[in-house]
């Protein structure tokens, strides 16, 4: 009965592949979001969507693109991968825009 | 990219001591903030959560302070137990605004 979902858990691809990451909540809500994490631990928005529309995007480069069929999935697609995407990819819901996040176990992603 | 030139703060406690952990928020429109704690290859997780309207909230054997003067929020954990050895953050919100942002944060480990 895992609340917030990804797969997979580990990702090792080299440069210049597509790949993509999933997510899914069981937990009603209405909100989702990708973030990444660096090395040293600095968590960073990406995207956030409510009711499969998407309301914040910060900059990021447009090889990645967030995919919602419907309110409980939330996918991530990284084209043309880079060594500098390596990082911890983490999933979160909210049942509001704003309120307690739940998060994702997360996907480790290393590029060669 | 990276979070270059940049560190994360850390915190060494000795096991039973009293832990406070700050954080420096920067949007004085931000009104609802909330703490998470992430474990070592885990997502975070909420501790507790405070409004604007109030300076001071306690959970089970940790206390949010906020001090919006200084634009300032705290976490204090009495009796510090070495399960509490994680990564913390500050998250600020703003419900107005529908803006969020999470602090650097802080590393704290507890020493047997």
């Known amino acids: 009965d895992t609340a917030v979902s990804q797969t997979p858990k580990y990702l090792v691809t080299q440069m210049g592949n597509d790949k993509s990451i999933k997510c899914e909540q069981n937990?009603?809500?209405?909100?989702m979001y990708w973030y990444k994490q660096d090395s040293k631990k600095f968590l960073k928005i990406m995207f956030s969507?409510?009711?499969?529309?998407?309301?914040i995007n910060e900059t990021v480069p447009n090889r990645f693109s967030p995919k919602s069929p419907d309110k409980a999935h939330l996918n991530l697609h990284i084209n043309s991968l880079e060594l500098g995407d390596s990082a911890v990819y983490f999933c979160?819901?909210?049942?509001?825009?704003?309120?307690?996040?739940?998060f994702g176990p997360g996907t480790r992603l290393t590029v060669l | 990219g990276e979070s270059v030139g940049l560190h994360l703060p850390t915190l060494s406690v000795q096991e039973g001591d009293n832990s406070i952990i700050n954080c420096a928020y920067s949007?004085?429109?931000?009104?609802?903030f909330i703490w998470y704690k992430q474990e070592s290859g885990k997502g975070p997780q909420f501790i507790i959560d405070?409004?604007?309207?109030?300076d001071k909230r306690q959970g089970q054997r940790v206390t949010v302070l906020l001090n919006k003067t200084v634009k300032h929020l705290s976490l204090q954990i009495a009796a510090t137990q070495p399960g509490d050895s994680a990564v913390y953050f500050c998250?600020?919100?703003?419900?107005?605004?529908?803006?969020?942002?999470f602090g650097t944060g802080t590393s704290l480990t507890v020493i047997p």
């Open positions: 405070i409004r604007s309207n109030m």
């Open positions: 979160a819901s909210s049942p509001w825009g704003l309120a307690q996040q739940y």
């Open positions: 998250a600020e919100n703003s419900l107005t605004s529908n803006q969020f942002y």
């Open positions: 969507y409510n009711n499969k529309e998407l309301i």
């Open positions: 949007n004085s429109a931000s009104d609802y």
């Open positions: 937990l009603g809500h209405d909100t």
